[in-house]
């Protein structure tokens, strides 16, 4: 069994039912989910939306590949609304599913890169990410969530949600 990390969210539709209507889709696709930190609300990173961003980082314990995982984490998303983009920025969504971390693995090809590259530059990542897994050591920066975490620049808005 593998661990993966999953960071997911979005910020249109019922954020909170997405989230749980993403976390069976997981459980039951993907993995059993043996570990979550809390949910976070943030101010929408890198443009301007109305309506903030949910996250929440999730621990998945699966036998399938990366690869797999994208697969079925684009189609949950699909399922649960989320449209193709109409920009080549970042836009709202109802679902994002994004592997932040699939074991020690280092993969970078034009489809996934893992561990995520913009985990580092993102508290809205980093801090569900220190609450459950702070001392965890990224692979290629050699340094723990905590470590990333105080040298964050994001300047943005994060609080834990309810």
């Not at 929408?44 to 984490?73: R, Y």
């Not at 989320?82 to 994004?98: F, H, L, N, P, V």
């Not at 459950?132 to 692979?139: A, C, I, Y």
Request: charged share 35%.
């Amino acid at each position: 069994m593998s661990k993966v990390l999953l960071l997911i969210g979005g910020n249109e539709g019922d954020r909170m039912d997405n989230i749980k209507m993403s976390k069976d889709l997981i459980e039951e696709r993907i993995g059993r989910i043996t570990n979550e930190s809390g949910i976070y609300e943030s101010e929408p990173w890198g443009f301007e939306h109305a309506q903030n961003f949910l996250n929440q980082v999730l621990e998945v314990k699966c036998t399938m590949d990366a690869m797999d995982i994208l697969e079925i984490s684009q189609s949950i998303e699909k399922e649960l609304g989320r449209k193709a983009k109409t920009t080549k920025g970042y836009e709202g969504r109802t679902m994002d599913i994004d592997i932040l971390f699939y074991e020690d693995l280092v993969k970078k090809s034009a489809r996934l890169t893992i561990p995520h590259p913009q985990l580092h530059k993102r508290k809205f990542t980093l801090l569900p990410l220190v609450e459950k897994w702070e001392n965890l050591l990224h692979p290629t920066l050699h340094k723990t969530m905590k470590e990333l975490l105080i040298e964050c620049e994001d300047e943005g808005w994060v609080k834990k949600f309810k």
